[in-house]
């Protein structure tokens, strides 16, 4: 798996792609276990400040350990 994009050199668009592709939805939660991890949040939502360029990617990620 790459590295999550900066946020000083991406897009918006390259970050929300880079969620899609490291946290797919498999639409069967008993099986992933995604949205329990990020508290009932879809990936998209719950990276909304790195995909926005407001917090980096481990600054996020932090708040789902």
Do not use: H, Q, W
Not at 17 to 42: H, N, S
Not at 52 to 59: E, I, K, S, T, W
């Amino acid at each position: 798996m790459r590295s999550a994009p900066e946020i000083k050199d991406s897009t918006a668009e390259e970050r929300r792609a880079y969620i899609k592709e490291r946290f797919p939805c498999i639409a069967d939660c008993d099986m992933c276990g995604l949205c329990k991890v990020f508290r009932g949040k879809d990936a998209e939502t719950a990276y909304a400040d790195y995909i926005n360029g407001d917090r980096d990617f481990l600054d996020v990620s932090a708040d789902y350990k």
